[in-house]
């Protein structure tokens, strides 16, 4: 894997990708997607079909969201614009990482992605205000498969870094179940 570091995780499949970064008098250049390379990585076909983006204030926590089933999503993850920390916890039941947590910091200043396999649930907390996530997806969005995961699962443990009392979450993402009542 030419031009790119790649890091195992604590998940099965859960990758960090770290570019080189060729700075010059010009500016800054990097190569933040190779097919080729990643789906050698992956040891198979990879085919990305919807890019999302989202711009979010300092404190904003989004997730822990996954699609289920024939609609679950891969996903490559990066932070174009200030800082976020970055959270994924397996979901697969045969997994040899199922139920575990992983958190990474992505930042517009280290560059790194994370490579999220199908059947994680995924979520972020910005650290920064207009923090820009950016993430790739190798399914479409589908409104009838989505799920959740509570961001403060006392089984999951989750460090936020942060007080809940200066998170700033959705209504809907409030509402989300436990781990142990979406797997018993």
Sequence with gaps: MQDLEIKSTNIQGCYILEPVICRDARGVFMETFHKKKLETLLGGPLEFVQDNQSVSNRNVLR???????????????????????????????????????????????????????????????????????????DAYYYPGSESGIIYNDPELAIDWGIPDSELIISEKDRRLQYLKELFP
């Design 63 to 137: 997730g822990l969201h996954f699609q289920k089933g024939e609609h679950a999503q891969a996903k490559l993850g990066r932070v174009v614009r200030g800082r976020a920390l970055d959270v994924v916890v397996d979901l697969r039941e045969k997994s040899k990482s199922f139920r575990e947590v992983f958190t990474i910091e992505l930042s517009e200043y280290n560059n790194l992605q994370l490579f999220i396999p199908r059947g994680l649930a995924h979520g972020f907390l910005a650290l920064e205000d207009q923090t820009v996530f950016s993430y790739k997806c």
